[in-house]
């Protein structure tokens, strides 16, 4: 049972299958049974709850009128007030999407009975008045051995006929799989049964590329792929389809539901009647050579062998007398080898044994560490007086504060003391004159400095400019009236 999960309505929950933001699939297990069953629960968190209910309700009534080994089969509803679910047959197998991720070549192996069990459940809807309305990958479950279940029946319909399908005029909203979506479902037209066939033709499409046949990078654009746009053929992508498949296929993708098909029975036929591969597909087989007998018991006697692989290499010596005198053969020429080897490892022993009685050998000494270069020295110097600046002054006589006289500057006239006068100049020099006192810089008033401002000239504001005109029609973004595809 899966843990964490409580019992629903006395079932027992034994795993999660899978689900969305609407609905959850669990595998449970039916209380006094046993029996796995399938339950599609719905999520009362949801915004559209209420109206999510009325949609597996609806599909629920749908399904249990549906009665055909290829669809799954209906077991139950419940709409309660604490849960709300549908109870199916749980068929264990992984989706045809998940396939054709996992094992596309797997899924060519089956094509043939895919084929056959998608006709089937399509052509038992269709003889019931249903239209499924959303073929696709993920609604098709397909185990081993190719047995197919069709799922989903949540946007089926009753197909309307005679006057109800010529005046049935357009549907209120689209629903479907933008990928998968028939043109008529995109113009909002009524559905019919070739509706199914548009859808099944790119489902047949993706099985043999691994690729759709429309793609684009917005979903309108995809929408207007399906009206409108010439899928390539599916033999441009894998060049084993053959031209009879390319032609079925591009009839069911025709943009003209008439031209897909009379009905289910006719599409049938033609899909059993077809070549679907230029090449039979044939079951992939391991790329290993066949182990020789020989190379076998080598290896066999080469492992540490237990009993049942000795058993094994018993009775493959006993039944085959030839391969006993290989292995023996085999084994006699390693077993000289090892005393070779051992032989030539003793005397080795010997050999440095002898040395050693007359020479002991001297000790590994670890290498020296490296030693780096000094630096050449610099011869000493004897310290040297440092010059003084001026010559020694005589000192003041005690109880004297008188200043000492300045020592007389080269280039300078010197003062003279009083009372004497200067000595007479030899010829060619000019007269000495006495030092005269610095010019004294001129004193500026304390008042401001007066400042001529001369006006620069303004540049002129640029005139407002005019609104814009409104643009054209032709100018507005293109807008596509395709309403979204849920």
Same mark, same amino acid.
């Given at each position: 049972?899966?843990?964490?999960?409580?019992?629903?309505?006395?079932?027992?929950?034994?795993?999660?299958?899978?689900?969305?933001?609407?609905?959850?699939?669990?595998?449970?297990?039916? !209380?006094?049974?046993?029996?796995?069953?399938?339950? *599609?629960?719905?999520?009362?968190?949801?915004?559209?709850? *209420?109206?999510?209910?009325?949609?597996?309700? #609806?599909?629920?009534?749908?399904?249990?009128?549906?009665?055909?080994?290829?669809?799954?089969?209906?077991?139950?509803?419940?709409?309660?007030?604490?849960?709300?679910?549908?109870?199916?047959?749980?068929?264990?197998?992984?989706?045809? %999407?998940?396939?054709? %991720?996992?094992?596309?070549?797997?899924?060519?192996?089956?094509?043939? *009975?895919?084929?056959?069990?998608?006709?089937?459940?399509?052509?038992?809807?269709?003889?019931?008045?249903?239209?499924?309305?959303?073929?696709? !990958?993920?609604?098709?479950?397909?185990?081993?051995?190719?047995?197919?279940?069709?799922?989903?029946?949540?946007?089926?319909?009753?197909?309307?006929?005679?006057?109800?399908?010529?005046?049935?005029?357009?549907?209120?909203?689209?629903?479907?799989?933008?990928?998968?979506?028939?043109?008529?479902?995109?113009?909002?037209?009524?559905?019919?049964?070739?509706?199914?066939?548009?859808?099944?033709?790119?489902?047949?499409?993706?099985?043999?590329?691994? %690729?759709?046949?429309?793609?684009?990078?917005?979903?309108?654009?995809?929408?207007?792929?399906?009206?409108?746009?010439?899928?390539?053929?599916?033999?441009?992508?894998?060049?084993?389809?053959?031209?009879?498949?390319?032609?079925?296929?591009?009839?069911?993708?025709?943009? %003209?539901?008439?031209?897909?098909?009379?009905?289910?029975?006719?599409?049938?036929?033609?899909?059993?009647?077809?070549?679907?591969?230029?090449?039979?597909?044939?079951?992939?087989?391991?790329?290993?050579?066949?182990?020789?007998?020989?190379?076998?018991?080598?290896?066999?006697?080469?492992?540490?062998?237990?009993?049942?692989?000795?058993?094994?290499?018993?009775?493959?010596?006993?039944?085959?007398?030839?391969?006993?005198?290989?292995?023996?053969?085999?084994?006699?020429?390693?077993?000289?080898? #090892?005393?070779?080897?051992?032989?030539?490892?003793?005397?080795?022993?010997?050999?440095?044994?002898?040395?050693?009685?007359?020479?002991?050998?001297?000790?590994?000494?670890?290498?020296?560490?490296?030693?780096?270069?000094?630096?050449?020295?610099?011869?000493?110097?004897?310290?040297?007086?440092?010059? #003084?600046?001026?010559?020694?002054?005589?000192?003041?006589?005690?109880?004297?504060?008188?200043?000492?006289?300045? !020592?007389?500057?080269?280039?300078?006239?010197?003062?003279?003391?009083?009372?004497?006068?200067?000595? !007479?100049?030899?010829?060619?020099?000019?007269?000495?004159?006495?030092?005269?006192?610095?010019?004294? #810089?001129?004193?500026?008033?304390?008042?401001?400095?007066?400042?001529?401002?001369?006006?620069?000239?303004? *540049?002129?504001?640029?005139?407002?400019?005019?609104?814009?005109?409104?643009?054209?029609?032709?100018?507005?973004?293109?807008?596509?009236?395709?309403?979204?595809?849920?």
């Amino acid at each position: 049972m899966s843990a964490g999960i409580e019992p629903i309505d006395n079932y027992q929950v034994a795993s999660f299958i899978a689900g969305g933001g609407s609905s959850q699939v669990f595998e449970v297990i039916e !209380p006094g049974t046993n029996r796995r069953l399938a339950m *599609k629960l719905i999520t009362n968190s949801h915004p559209d709850a *209420k109206e999510n209910k009325a949609s597996l309700k #609806a599909e629920a009534a749908v399904c249990k009128l549906l009665d055909h080994p290829n669809i799954i089969h209906y077991e139950g509803f419940t709409n309660g007030r604490e849960f709300t679910y549908m109870l199916m047959e749980y068929f264990r197998a992984p989706t045809l %999407k998940v396939q054709l %991720k996992m094992d596309q070549h797997g899924v060519h192996l089956r094509m043939k *009975k895919l084929l056959e069990g998608l006709s089937g459940a399509l052509q038992h809807m269709h003889d019931r008045g249903f239209i499924h309305r959303d073929i696709k !990958p993920e609604n098709v479950l397909m185990n081993k051995v190719g047995e197919v279940r069709l799922i989903d029946f949540s946007l089926s319909v009753r197909a309307k006929s005679g006057l109800g399908a010529l005046f049935g005029g357009k549907q209120t909203i689209i629903q479907g799989t933008r990928t998968y979506i028939a043109p008529e479902t995109i113009r909002k037209r009524t559905p019919v049964f070739q509706t199914d066939f548009y859808s099944l033709g790119i489902l047949l499409y993706e099985v043999l590329t691994g %690729k759709t046949p429309f793609q684009a990078p917005t979903p309108n654009e995809l929408l207007q792929k399906h009206i409108s746009a010439t899928p390539p053929m599916a033999s441009e992508f894998n060049p084993n389809v053959t031209p009879d498949m390319d032609r079925l296929i591009a009839k069911l993708l025709s943009k %003209k539901p008439d031209a897909r098909g009379k009905d289910m029975a006719e599409v049938a036929g033609e899909l059993r009647r077809v070549r679907i591969f230029k090449e039979e597909i044939v079951e992939k087989t391991e790329n290993k050579e066949d182990e020789k007998p020989a190379s076998l018991l080598e290896q066999m006697d080469a492992a540490k062998l237990d009993s049942r692989l000795d058993a094994k290499r018993s009775e493959l010596v006993r039944n085959n007398p030839e391969l006993a005198a290989h292995f023996s053969e085999q084994k006699r020429k390693r077993d000289e080898e #090892a005393k070779a080897k051992k032989d030539k490892m003793a005397a080795m022993k010997i050999k440095g044994a002898g040395q050693g009685a007359s020479a002991a050998p001297a000790p590994v000494q670890p290498p020296a560490a490296p030693v780096m270069p000094m630096m050449p020295t610099m011869p000493m110097m004897p310290p040297q007086p440092y010059p #003084a600046p001026y010559p020694p002054q005589p000192m003041y006589p005690p109880g004297m504060g008188q200043p000492l006289p300045m !020592p007389p500057m080269p280039g300078y006239p010197q003062p003279l003391p009083p009372g004497m006068m200067a000595p !007479p100049q030899p010829p060619g020099f000019p007269p000495v004159q006495p030092p005269q006192p610095l010019p004294q #810089a001129p004193a500026f008033p304390n008042a401001a400095i007066p400042v001529t401002i001369v006006p620069q000239p303004t *540049k002129p504001s640029p005139a407002p400019k005019a609104p814009s005109p409104p643009p054209a029609d032709d100018e507005l973004d293109f807008m596509t009236e395709l309403p979204d595809i849920s």
